[in-house]
């Protein structure tokens, strides 16, 4: 097969080589502990099943969707909004139902980058960024993401010749895979810069709502001038534990995501409605839904944190998403330290390095296991 130019240069998703990794071990019977994917374990709460069941018998639903997503799903994104982030949205032009979040990232930049643009990339950071770029035809600049600036870019780094030419700014916090939050007033300095430079911000918020100790973290859109210079997404799959379902939106700029939405006319027919329904049932009753699965969380972030200092690892709680980033010591390449944990020991966790430079000499964990399997993963890390 004689594939594109643009396949052939992409590198494999790095998930889906992990997959194949962990199919190997698993065909050789080895007892595997898997703490590298951000898939939830816990299941979608009773009542969203229980509405999605229902929902699937009525006729209304066997026919292709509104492009732009029901106004009943619409709605209750609003009305979560302004409970949660005291935020107001039009429901029919600030809000637009996606297939996931993952797939209107993508598609965000048909939209708004030319061949030859540059898009503002964090990294280390979620793939997808880089990558949709590239097939948009963009050049993907680098933001670093240091320990030492708490996992932030700095803006001031950015020369203004880049910054004319960026079209989109990526920014994702509570962010993946450092697990860092938003400092106060980042947003308002992300601002002023996209306003400085034309620039389109686009945030990935699918953390928002798993933190702990009570730190709620914001939204980009209660930034006074957010909308004018950016978009939000969210999904409902690490909210709810529903990453199965394949239901997200983005908020804010009604421009922008009229161009999105005209992308999407023209590649999706958009998600089932008996899906949408249910999330609609979910964001209307995300404050009863959601709290013990943040305690789950919660309770194994501070278990499996506690056991991998006590084991001698340095490792800090995360404030926020269920992540944890381990530094390793400067002896030791991350994807020689994950290759031999995942082979000795069946615990198969993250290099840095899969989220681009800056993550080398980290490994992300995941809280995506109960809390017998956490502990025992860190009893077969200490035998190596």
């Given at each position: ?7 052939q ?58 492009y ?23 429901p ?26 540059i ?14 770029a ?29 910054g004319?030419?960026a079209k ?12 860092a ?29 798993i ?49 999105l ?11 089932f409605t ?22 789950t ?8 944190v ?50 681009g ?16 399997r ?11």
């Amino acid at each position: 097969m004689i594939y594109s130019k643009r396949i052939q240069q992409l590198p494999p998703y790095p998930f889906a080589d992990l997959d194949k990794k962990k199919a190997e071990l698993k065909a050789q019977g080895k007892d595997l502990i898997n703490l590298s994917i951000g898939d939830p374990d816990l299941p979608t709460p009773e009542p969203i099943v229980k509405c999605k069941q229902a929902a699937v018998a009525k006729a209304r639903h066997h026919q292709y969707p509104p492009y732009e997503g029901t106004l009943e799903f619409k709605e209750a994104a609003a009305r979560w909004y302004q409970r949660r982030f005291n935020v107001r949205l039009d429901p029919a032009s600030e809000v637009l139902a996606l297939i996931g979040s993952k797939e209107g990232i993508a598609n965000v930049h048909y939209a708004l980058v030319d061949p030859g643009d540059i898009v503002l990339v964090p990294t280390p950071g979620y793939p997808v960024y880089d990558v949709a770029a590239k097939f948009a035809g963009g050049i993907p600049f680098n933001m670093p993401l240091g320990k030492n600036k708490n996992f932030l870019p700095d803006f001031s780094l950015i020369q203004d010749k880049i910054g004319r030419k960026a079209k989109i700014m990526h920014l994702n916090y509570p962010n993946n895979p450092t697990a860092a939050p938003a400092s106060d007033g980042f947003f308002n300095d992300a601002v002023h810069f996209a306003k400085q430079h034309n620039i389109m911000i686009c945030h990935d918020a699918a953390y928002t709502e798993i933190y702990f100790d009570n730190r709620k973290p914001k939204s980009f859109l209660q930034t006074p001038g957010a909308k004018e210079v950016g978009i939000e997404f969210h999904s409902l799959s690490k909210t709810f534990n529903m990453t199965g379902w394949r239901i997200g939106f983005a908020v804010g700029n009604a421009e922008v995501l009229k161009g999105l939405a005209k992308i999407k006319t023209n590649v999706d027919s958009g998600q089932f409605t008996a899906v949408q329904e249910a999330a609609a049932f979910a964001l209307d009753h995300a404050e009863e839904l959601t709290p013990a699965i943040r305690a789950t969380y919660q309770k194994r972030r501070d278990i499996f944190v506690e056991a991998l200092n006590k084991a001698g690892f340095k490792v800090e709680a995360p404030k926020a998403t269920f992540y944890v980033w381990m530094e390793l010591s400067p002896e030791k390449t991350d994807v020689q330290f994950a290759d031999h944990l995942m082979r000795q020991t069946g615990v198969i966790v993250t290099p840095g390095s899969a989220f681009g430079e800056g993550g080398e000499n980290f490994i992300r964990f995941t809280l995506t296991a109960p809390e017998a399997r956490l502990k025992e993963a860190v009893g077969r890390m200490q035998q190596l």
